[in-house]
């Protein structure tokens, strides 16, 4: 029997509303970077310029390869898939280990693809929790069963901003070590810290039934190149790409080149730089502006990524809130629905204080409306 499409409904959100309204704080990765900023050698900017536009190796340059397998431990490149986005690789993730019917884990709160994804094929998904009441650390619960086949994390947290501690991740890989599951490590925001410039490590490495996927559209500022990747077992690997052959063949060309630049060791350290200016002076224009609103925020404050999570105690619901801050003030946040959470809503300070501070008046605006009636 055909269910009913469960679709992405933050993405539907944001696809609509991203570059339509005035103020767009629904991103979680910083204000994107342009070509000039990425590539500065006149050498590079001619290689580019005579690149032949064809297809490039399905799964990915060797040279892009490489340098991805060099930012985890013992990879080699016949170990990495390229794909389009991270999004990509998550979904052939799911598509690869699972088979409608079978049980997974899943994090929550966290980025909605996989449980959609999980819900639209039959697999059958048991949640495990980052608790608010304890500045979101961990609580694994009973989520993890025999039946588990793949345990779905992602480290730092889409929304949260939280990063799970040594000890955390340890305790997920007991448990999938436990019952021979898999654990998908959703790792893109990897590099965005705003507290320490220790990068945060990776599942990789630390079990053999690891996929790392990951991208450069938040830590490197640089989501329209649309390059992610997975990192795991080579025939693992390789059973990815060959479903990808039926979508997308590969990600371009050109993204290839140009990410293979980004990821060189002097590029990507200046672009991570970059990335964690844009968080830590965005943070405290944020935080400042939640401080004068009386009392009607609780946060706990990110550890990475552009984005906080923030409660509101406001009796109003947030996707209710959210229509009218589009309709009425051409503001885009995402509502605390999108994530199972209504009463919160999720917003951006990854931008200039000059982008943000005018966005920031104008939800004030529209709480005053309510805060007055
Ligand atoms: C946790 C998480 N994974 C994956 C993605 C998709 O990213 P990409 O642009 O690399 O496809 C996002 C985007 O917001 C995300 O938050």
Redesign the pocket.
Known sequence: MAQTFQPFEMERMMSKWENAVEYNLSE??VHPMIIRELIDDADDIDALLDTEINYPQANGLPALRERIAALYEESRPEQVLVT?????A?YLALHTLLEPGDEMAMMLP??M?LWGVARNRGIQIRPFYLREENDWALDMGDAVTEKTRLIAV?NPN?PTGYILTEDEMDEIVRQAERVGAWILA?E??AGTERLTDRETPSFRGRYDRVLA?G????AYGI?GL?I?WTVGPENTVDDMWARREYITISAGMLSNKLAEIALRPQVRRRILRRTRDYIRRGYPVLEEWMNSQGGLFDVVPPQAAAIAFVRYHLNVNSTEFVNRLIREKSVLIVPGDQFGMDRHFRISYGLSPERLEPALERIEELLNEYTAS
Do not use: A, M, W
Request: net charge neutral; proline share 4%; glycine share 12%.
């Open positions: 979680s990765g389009v986005g991270c999004i990509e998550n966290n980025y693809q992602c889409n959703d893109v925001y996927n991208s450069l559209s938040k989501p649309r992610g």
